[in-house]
């Protein structure tokens, strides 16, 4: 008998609808989404969704943010945080990848095109997100499981 070890991760896109460090990600995170959704086979298994935490997230907004954005893959409103603290987003976007003990891999930044608060890198930029979803496919040991995330602060309810 030949046992064959699925290696099964989730995404999450912790994104605001208002945030413009949001919006300037998702061509980088579309790009994320088409290459392994394309690219998932009978030895991993990768599922995305994109969380909306704030408070004046609603369906609307969602769904304007996802077509004006391409965006593909499920999104869901997190009002009440739970996604947000059972994974301790802090930041919008911010990307948090599981596995499938629910053990968080790696949280963070999804690449460095931002340096700081409204500072652009110009050029190439590190494909943080790709590193690390390769890394964990790979059955690689994440050596970095955190970078802090640049953008909007999430609203915390209380």
Do not use: W
Not at 9 to 22: D, K
Not at 64 to 71: E, G, L
Not at 145 to 154: F, L
């Amino acid at each position: 008998m030949i046992l064959i070890n699925i290696i099964s991760i989730s995404v999450y896109f912790f994104l605001g609808h208002n945030c413009p460090i949001s919006k300037s990600s998702t061509p980088e995170i579309n790009r994320i989404y088409n290459h392994y959704s394309k690219n998932n086979n009978c030895m991993n298994d990768v599922k995305f969704f994109g969380i909306f935490p704030n408070p004046d997230s609603d369906s609307t907004s969602i769904n304007n943010f996802k077509k004006t954005n391409k965006i593909q893959f499920v999104c869901l409103i997190d009002t009440n945080q739970y996604y947000t603290k059972k994974y301790n987003a802090t930041t919008l976007p911010q990307i948090i990848i599981v596995d499938n003990a629910h053990n968080i891999q790696y949280s963070g930044k999804i690449d460095d095109l931002y340096y700081d608060l409204g500072k652009r890198n110009q050029g190439n930029y590190e494909k943080i997100a790709f590193n690390k979803i390769d890394s964990i496919l790979s059955k690689l040991k994440i050596q970095v499981k955190y970078i802090k995330p640049i953008g909007c602060i999430i609203e915390k309810i209380k």
